[in-house]
Structure formats: C-alpha cells, structure tokens
C-alpha cells in the first residue's frame, strides 16, 4: 500500500473521534500536561493514554516527558500536515 495514504489514514483516524478533535482543541495554544487534559476532559488515566497514542502515532501531537508528567503540544509538522492534508483532499483534479 501507499506509505503517504497510510500517513494520510492515520491523520483521518486521529480525527475521527470528538474526543480528540477537544483535545487538539485544547492544545491549540500551546503545550498542556496530561494532568491538565485529565482535569477538563471526561477520561481515565487509560483513555488520554489511548487517544493521545493515537495523536501521536499520526504525527500531530508530540510528547515530552518530565518527571513523572508527560507535557503534549501540536507539532508544526502537525499543523502543515492538517493543512496539507485537507487542501489535497478536497482540490479538484
């Protein structure tokens, strides 16, 4: 299969469920610790877990770790990748 379509489908698939579209919502701004997102979001420790592995396995989300907190931020490869992403999808042939 196409590398650049699997890329694309793990764009779709990060953006597929609500939950995710509020936690790119939050980090729109900037950096939050997962404590943060853990505090406004409806989750467990577990399902941030899961989502965030799903946002970052795409490459819209990176992760850093200090201490015993892990901090998410949206990549700039992130952002050009949601933009490039859309424009492709829906520029005519």
Same mark, same amino acid.
């Given at each position: ?19 995710? #579209? =509020?936690? !790119? $919502? *939050?980090?729109?701004? @900037? ?6 997102? #853990? =505090?406004? !979001? $409806? *989750?467990?420790?577990? @399902?941030?877990s899961y989502h965030m592995k799903i946002l970052t396995e795409s490459g819209i989300v990176i992760a850093r770790e200090e ?27």
């Amino acid at each position: 299969m196409n590398r650049d379509l699997v890329k694309t489908a793990k764009i779709f698939k990060a953006f597929s469920v609500a939950i995710r #579209l =509020e936690i !790119l $919502d *939050l980090l729109k701004n @900037g950096e939050e610790c997962a404590c943060v997102l #853990l =505090e406004k !979001l $409806d *989750l467990t420790q577990s @399902g941030l877990s899961y989502h965030m592995k799903i946002l970052t396995e795409s490459g819209i989300v990176i992760a850093r770790e200090e201490g015993k907190w892990v901090y998410y931020t949206i990549s700039d490869q992130g952002r050009q990748k949601i933009i490039q992403m859309f424009l492709s999808s829906t520029a005519r042939n």
